[in-house]
Nanobody, 131 residues
Framework: QVQLVESGGGSVQAGGSLRLSCLVS????????LGWFRQVPGKEREGVAY????????DVADFVKGRFTISQDNAKRTVYLQLNSLNDEDSGVYYC????????????????????????WGQGTQVTVSS
């Protein structure tokens, strides 16, 4: 049974940083992608970043490029999203999601609304940025 558990959200002032974590369990090792999505009130859930479990492929959306970084620690089965230079437009609920390779939905959803259903989601973690 696949489980994704996010942590690391919180409240931060504009310009600050947070690191989100997603603990993964239940996957067959090295044949899936993990991604981060966010949803703000009144908007569709959008793709922020994703990484292949093998580590050979990762990408972040243009609107966070240079500020957010996705990484993973396979030994800890954890994927991270480092959020730097936060502004109030980054506030929202951040979700971890997963799908098996070739990760077509994650790639198609990057920087925009989720294109189709993803099979696995975490419960989300709230990020609040105050100016």
């Amino acid at each position: 049974q696949v489980q994704l558990v996010e942590s690391g959200g919180g409240s931060v002032q504009a310009g600050g940083s947070l690191r989100l974590s997603c603990l993964v369990s239940g996957f067959t090792y090295r044949n899936y992608c993990l991604g981060w999505f966010r949803q703000v009130p009144g908007k569709e859930r959008e793709g922020v970043a994703y990484i292949r479990s093998s580590g050979v492929l990762s990408d972040v959306a243009d609107f966070v490029k240079g500020r957010f970084t996705i990484s993973q620690d396979n030994a800890k089965r954890t994927v991270y999203l480092q959020l730097n230079s936060l502004n109030d437009e980054d506030s929202g609920v951040y979700y971890c999601a997963a799908e098996y390779v070739p990760c077509s939905t994650m790639a198609a959803s990057l920087g925009g609304p989720v294109r189709s259903s993803l099979p696995y989601w975490g419960q989300g973690t709230q990020v609040t940025v105050s100016s």
